[in-house]
């Protein structure tokens, strides 16, 4: 492992209330909850002051509001908020060799080298002092030599502070943190190394590690090593896509096929629009429907290489029309391209319309003129909601998170 690197996790504190907080000072100090507003929804996030009374993230909001009744709720807006990341992401972009974004308020920064022209830890506080200057967000961050304490560090160093881990310090630092503080340690996880008697970092630097490995396979050995600060992943700028797929989630279950064949349309014809954007293709679509009583399935196709609606939308549509039971109530409805390659439609001269090529070029430039909706199928029209960001800009996605459970 190379001990010399210098690595920043920088995080936005609170970043959704902090950002509605700078457009309205009334709700500074009071509890606030972001996220779902029906009874169906979820919290995307929750401030300092509600956390108090045991709220937290992903936590179904009428639960959120019994537990702190006088809690504001918000729905919140996503696009103010894409904004308010640029402009920290601009601010970052100015001052740092190499950053990642990993999503829409949280930043890797590598900063090895540059102790010979200035310090690392003078120039991560003085970015970290200039963004709160420039936006008004509190930020916090952890600096060390990997990203996995960086990130841990940072935890521990907010609300709005910073915290620097000297190399050689990363196993006493994590020692007596709670394994729950690990990187992809999720419940699932954690009840696995509960049972097992491990709830600090230390007992697991305690183990040999070809046990965590045979108690929890190629998840154990990770843990294991991240345990004892070892991560050589690198700080990556720009990552390729692998797929792309949207879900909705109703605020009632529904048994509607017109609306159930309209949003499935919507969907495909909007991740169909953001290949040919990007200009890419994929070879695998996936449809995924979730009932009433959360039984989910999920079926895949593989197909020729196509970006194009009339390749796509039916392949979809036989999916949908396999795994829908319309005895069901549905609750979730998702779709999936995945399998993606760089390219343009190659045109199949025995099963190609050319005034579908044409049309789909022309609908192509007036989504690019107008918007993402200027031009829908009439048949997925009352799909609002359908996603209208770019995938391919490197960019992580700007929706709120946990709108619905």
């Known amino acids: 492992m190379n001990n010399n690197r210098s690595i920043v996790h920088m995080d936005l504190d609170t970043f959704f209330v902090s950002c509605e907080r700078l457009l309205d000072s009334r709700l500074n100090g009071k509890p606030v909850l972001i996220g779902g507003t029906s009874d169906r929804g979820v919290v995307a996030a929750c401030s300092y002051e509600a956390r108090k009374f045991g709220v937290h993230s992903a936590m179904p909001m009428r639960l959120a509001k019994q537990l702190c009744p006088e809690a504001i ?49 003078k120039l991560a506080s003085e970015l970290r002092q200039r963004i709160i200057r420039e936006t008004g967000l509190p930020i916090s961050f952890g600096l060390s030599m990997n990203k996995t304490v960086s990130k841990i ?13 000297l190399s050689g310090n990363e196993k006493p630092f994590l020692a007596p943190l709670s394994v729950r503080k690990i990187p992809m340690v999720g419940n699932v996880t954690y009840k696995a190394l509960c049972d097992l008697g491990v709830k ?25 090593q991240k345990a004892n600060g070892i991560d050589n992943s690198p700080v990556v700028q720009y990552h390729e896509r692998k797929s792309i797929s949207t879900e909705r989630t109703f605020n009632i279950d ?37 009932y009433s009583d959360f039984q989910t ?12 609606d009339h390749s796509l ?81 490197g960019e ?8 619905r459970q």
């Open 200 to 224: 600090r970092i230390q007992t697991v630097q305690e183990m040999p590690m070809a046990l965590m490995q045979k108690v929890l396979g190629k998840n154990g050995l990770s843990i294991w």
């Open 313 to 393: 939308i039916p392949v979809v549509l036989d999916l949908y029309n396999k795994l829908y039971n319309r005895r069901l109530l549905v609750r979730l409805v998702g779709v999936k391209f995945s399998h993606l390659v760089e390219g343009g439609h190659q045109v199949n001269l025995f099963e190609d319309d050319e005034k579908l090529l044409h049309l789909s070029q022309a609908i192509d430039k007036m989504r690019e003129r107008y918007g993402d909706r200027a031009v829908v199928n009439a048949a997925g029209m009352e799909a609002k909601s359908i996603s209208r960001w770019n995938p391919f800009t």
């Open 396 to 403: 992580p996605p700007p929706l709120l998170a946990n709108r």
């Open 73 to 121: 709720v918000l729905r919140g807006n996503s696009g103010v908020y894409t904004k308010f990341s640029e402009t920290v992401t601009d601010v970052i972009k100015e001052q740092v060799p190499l950053y990642e974004k990993t999503s829409i308020d949280e930043f890797y920064i590598d900063l090895t080298g540059m102790d010979q022209f200035f310090g690392c830890h």
């Open 153 to 165: 560090a940072t935890g521990e160093a907010k609300p709005n502070n910073e915290i620097r881990i």
């Open 254 to 290: 529904t048994t509607d096929v017109a609306k159930l064949k309209g949003i499935v349309i919507a969907m495909a014809e909007n991740l169909a629009y953001q290949l040919r954007r990007g200009h890419k293709l994929t070879a695998c679509v996936t449809f995924k429907i979730r």
């Open 297 to 308: 399935y999920t079926q895949q196709q593989r197909i020729p290489y196509s970006a194009m």
